[in-house]
């Protein structure tokens, strides 16, 4: 049974920093990519990047490039969200998602990823 399981998530105020940590657990991943979606109060969850796992490369959606890098460490099956300069928009449920596609387009869409982690708060004050 796969599993993802975030961490790293917290209240921080507004032009600060936090990482958020993905443990993928019950199957390695070689092709397709993990992404980080994001879902804030009373509004639908929402893409904000992926990596390929065997390249490493990158995708981001536009409210979010150069303040936040995502990466992966292929041997610890483990993806890492790196947010710096938040702002109290940032505030939401982040949730870490992995897609076996070998498609671009499915990797920033929701319907594109096959499991799914439970999410982890992150609140940005102002």
């Known amino acids: 049974q796969v599993q993802l399981v975030e961490s790293g998530g917290g209240l921080v105020q507004a032009g600060g920093s936090l990482s958020l940590s993905c443990a993928a657990s019950g199957r390695t991943f070689s092709t397709g990519a993990a992404a980080w979606f994001r879902q804030a109060p009373e509004k639908e969850r929402e893409f904000v990047a992926s990596?390929?796992?065997?390249?490493?490369?990158?995708y981001y959606a536009d409210s979010v490039k150069g303040r936040f890098t995502i990466s992966r460490d292929n041997p610890k099956n483990t993806v890492y969200l790196q947010m710096n300069s938040l702002k109290p928009e940032d505030t939401a449920v982040y949730y870490c998602?992995?897609?076996?596609?070998?498609?671009?387009?499915?990797?920033?869409?929701?319907?594109?990823?096959?499991?799914w982690g439970k999410g982890t708060l992150v609140t940005v004050s102002s």
């Open positions: 998602a992995a897609s076996t596609s070998p498609f671009r387009s499915n990797w920033r869409r929701d319907g594109g990823m096959n499991y």
């Open positions: 990596v390929t796992w065997n390249s490493g490369a990158s």
